[in-house]
């Protein structure tokens, strides 16, 4: 290569590290720079001629905190020490000329000349702005993980909140969510809206092994004094931070009364009291701590507390809303059930279990009562629906019932076909199915029961030794069919002497039926538990059998009437019978307290004594 070609290859050299886009600066064997490119003295503040002959481990590798990195630790060093042909590493820093750091990522080899090692090259870059954008991609997803951190735990708020109906319940399922993902403890103090005379619900995070602590009770009594602030405290519309250091130093602070006594005996640092409100009213107020060195709750999961609370608050007034209507439709199912009288000897006990979706209301209805010839009508039924509106169709089909039977003493044949025109033309009621029976018989026996059924289930027969069957007998159309249809159907009149000691049960389709069961397997099922009642229950009450038989079959999904008659021993009651009576028959029914069937019960308290029946539907006072 002659002396022109050398000048050009320098040239280009120069040219290339001069336009590089990285610092390179070279070294000689002792480490002193020989070299730098325009590219290092731009990144590092210095020009060549303030860095040639300078040892560069001393003049520019530092620490992050700008102190000193002893040289047996350099790892740039290591092509001088012999230590390979060079090296790679970005956790490393150059001092400026300004005295700043510059984080670097840099790469060194060996410098041969004339096929000896004389010193090595190393490039650099700045990594700042690489640093820079990695750390802002952390925090992003830092953020978006506590984002959905957040969103998580408002999703599972959420659907707690929309599945239950049980203020204390809901309250501590709620806590569970709540810590320790927001705190290390967390309180829901419940107003007597939602809670009676008004609830304490805690719950603190194991430590060191220990179980969760979770005592509830009353609300703390609080005087006058500490109760108004702590009522404009839950009125507020903000949630309020407090420290256990400020409520110790002020026990005027409007907390105080409720909350120190929380911090002394869980512990913590620092809480934020949530106000329970919706619709302008005020249900509580939830709480959440945390204790030793975890910081304070920041902005912005006060915020999120605070949008918990907003949606507890209108679930608790959604609770108070649900139990304000349950109680108004479960007072006038009251109403409309009915009373049950006591003839003679014969014991009768009813039940109604509302569906489990309905406000309890529905359709379904029982009744008993004495008609105008002294005879002992029975009747369970079931008008379409699960509603108010079902609900008063049941009371207009009901009362035609009772009126036709009391006017005309006819069959039940006579009288069902009666019914059947009467809703037909006087009613917009929809189809209903019903049993319509006369207990028929002498005081002392023997009883018949006379019937005919509109499309219901059968009534069932069980006798004191547990033989069962079901009553087929009298079958015909369901109500409001066959009239308006134009079918001139009819109900036949079926009898069927009732045994002493029997028990007959007349229900409705809920007790035999569900979405998971067939109304064939539900009979089946009745009638094994009743068979097995019977001879368990022998010489208990008619409501021992009721209760017993309900809790065994443990109906659901649709509403449930059951009615029961239990037929006294042969000759109970007659003229020369010594054998004691039968238990009176429990006042306890499902119609509203303080009703009683007409003929049955007067003002002021009289009740009838069925130890003195006379007869037929006949019974004196005490």
């Known amino acids: 290569m002659n002396g022109t070609d050398r000048v050009a290859d320098a040239a280009f050299l120069y040219a290339v590290l001069h336009d590089l886009g990285a610092g390179v600066f070279t070294v000689d064997a002792s480490g002193r720079v020989t070299f730098v490119n325009p590219w290092a003295e731009r990144l590092l503040g210095r020009s060549e001629e303030e860095m040639l002959g300078h040892d560069a481990h001393d003049l520019l590798h530092r620490r992050r905190d700008g102190g000193p990195v002893p040289r047996e630790q350099c790892s740039m060093l290591a092509p001088l020490r012999g230590g390979g042909s060079g090296g790679l590493g970005s956790e490393e820093y150059f001092l400026r000329a300004d005295g700043a750091t510059v984080p670097i990522i840099w790469s060194t080899t060996p410098l041969r000349v004339t096929g000896g090692a004389s010193g090595m090259v190393v490039v650099f870059h700045d990594f700042s702005l690489q640093r820079e954008a990695e750390e802002r991609a952390a925090a992003h997803t830092a953020a978006l993980e506590a984002l959905t951190a957040r969103l998580n735990l408002v999703a599972d708020v959420s659907a707690l909140l929309m599945s239950t109906v049980d203020a204390s319940g809901m309250g501590r399922r709620l806590l569970r969510l709540l810590v320790p993902r927001m705190g290390d403890w967390a309180v829901l103090d419940l107003c007597p809206a939602v809670a ?5 619900i805690v719950l603190r995070s194991a430590r060191d092994g220990e179980r969760p602590v979770s005592p ?9 004094e500490s109760l108004r602030p702590v009522e404009r405290a839950m009125r507020g519309d903000e949630p309020v931070r407090t420290t256990a250091g400020e409520l110790a130093a002020d026990p005027d602070a409007p907390l105080a009364a409720t909350h120190r006594v929380l911090f002394d005996r869980l512990g913590g640092r620092s809480a934020v009291v949530v106000p329970l409100r919706a619709r302008q009213r005020s249900f509580g107020m939830l709480t959440v701590a945390r204790t030793g060195s975890a910081p304070a709750h920041s902005d912005a999961e006060v915020r999120l507390l605070s949008d918990i609370g907003r949606r507890l608050g209108m679930a608790m007034d959604n609770i108070r809303l649900y139990h304000e209507q349950r109680s108004v439709a479960e007072t006038m199912q009251r109403q409309l059930l009915a009373p049950l009288p006591q003839v003679d000897y014969l014991r009768m006990a009813a039940r109604y279990l509302p569906a489990q979706s309905a406000m309890e209301i529905g359709g379904d209805w029982y009744d008993a009562f004495l008609l ?44 069902m076909r009666r019914l059947d025109e009467a809703v037909t033309h006087t009613s917009d009621a929809p189809m209903a199915t019903l049993v319509f029976a006369r207990v028929e018989g002498e005081e002392g026996g023997p009883w018949q029961l006379h019937w005919v059924t509109a499309g219901h289930p059968p009534p069932l027969l069980v006798t ?45 389709d809920g007790l035999v039926e569900s979405r998971g069961r067939s109304i064939d397997l539900g009979l089946a099922k009745l009638r094994h538990h009743a068979a097995v009642l019977a001879r368990r229950t022998a010489g208990r009450t008619v409501d021992d059998f009721c209760d017993e038989l309900l809790a065994r079959i443990d109906p659901g999904g649709d509403d449930v009437a059951l009615l029961a008659l239990r037929v006294p021993a042969a000759g109970a009651g007659t003229p020369g019978d010594t054998s004691p009576p039968p238990p009176r028959q429990s006042p306890r029914s499902p119609a509203a307290p303080g009703r009683a069937a007409p003929g049955s019960a007067v ?5 009838l004594d069925p130890t003195r029946a006379t007869g037929r539907g006949e019974a004196t006072w005490e």
Do not use: C, K
């Open 196 to 200: 009676g005379e008004g609830e304490r």
């Open 464 to 508: 004191g030794e547990g033989d069962t069957r079901f009553l087929t007998g009298g079958h015909g159309p369901l109500i409001g069919m066959s009239a308006v249809l134009h079918l001139d159907l009819s109900w036949p009149d079926a009898y069927e002497d009732l045994p002493p000691d029997s028990t007959l049960l007349l229900y409705t």
């Open 603 to 607: 003002e002021h308290s009289e009740v």
């Open 216 to 224: 509830e009770g009353p609300f703390p009594p609080l005087p006058a």
């Open 372 to 415: 105008s010839d002294g005879v002992t009508a029975l009747v369970i039924g079931d008008v379409v629906g699960h509603d108010r509106q079902a609900a008063a169709h049941m009371a207009e089909v009901r009362n035609m019932l009772r009126a036709l039977a009391w006017d005309h003493q006819e069959p039940p044949s006579l009288i």
